[in-house]
Every structure is written in C-alpha cells, then in structure tokens.
Nanobody
Framework: QVQLVESGGGLVQPGGSLRLSCAAS????????MGWYRQAPGKQRELVAT???????NYPDSVKGRFTISRDNAKNTVYLQMNSLKAEDTAVYYC???????????????WGQGTQVTVSS
C-alpha cells in the first residue's frame, strides 16, 4: 500500500510561483506513474501533470509552459513547480500514484489528502 503526503500549498498573488511536493511511503517496489490533479469548487477533478518512472511528462494545454513536474525516484517524491499562476489555478491539488509494483503485481490509483492553492491579490 502507498501513502501520499502533499505539502507546499498556500496563498500566492497572480503571476507568482509555488512548489508542491508529494512524498510516497509504504511497501512497494516501484511507482510507475506519479501525478498531480486539481479540483476547483463546483468542478470535476482534472489532470495537471503526470510523470513516469523514466521521466516522461504529460501536461494539458492549460498549464503547459507554466508548470513543471519532476520526481526523485530515490526519495519516492514528486514535485510540481508552478509559475505564472493565475486566478483560475485556484483549487485543491491532489497527488496521485498509479501502477504501483509490489511482488510482481500492480495496484492502482492512490491519492493524497490534497493541498489548497489559492491565487488571489
């Protein structure tokens, strides 16, 4: 099983930057995909960024060029550097771990508790 703990959220002015971190712990051999999702009030949860164990990244157009996802496999930690933040980036950001390998079998879809990001002047 995997436990995910996020940190780094907060209040920032438009145009500012924040860096989120998510540390994974538990009993596993490897996490194939780690990512960030967000959910704004009244909206569905949406993809922000994903990164594979090998470093392949994926972003939707809404954050491409502004957000950067990275991971430290030795620390089982994923990061999200968010620059040029906009009011519409305000949401609860959730860390996700998917395709977790342990003893030759995969388990799927682990979530953190979420961290609030508010972009406002």
């Amino acid at each position: 099983q995997v436990q995910l703990v996020e940190s780094g959220g907060g209040l920032v002015q438009p145009g500012g930057s924040l860096r989120l971190s998510c540390a994974a712990s538990g009993i596993f051999f490897r996490i194939d995909v780690m990512g960030w999702y967000r959910q704004a009030p009244g909206k569905q949860r949406e993809l922000v960024a994903t990164i594979t164990h090998g470093g392949t990244t994926n972003y939707p157009d809404s954050v491409k060029g502004r957000f950067t996802i990275s991971r430290d496999n030795a620390k089982n930690t994923v990061y999200l550097q968010m620059n040029s933040l906009k009011a519409e980036d305000t949401a609860v950001y959730y860390c996700n771990a998917d395709r977790v390998l342990y003893l030759g079998s995969y388990s799927y879809e682990y979530w953190g508790q979420g961290t609030q990001v508010t972009v406002s002047s």
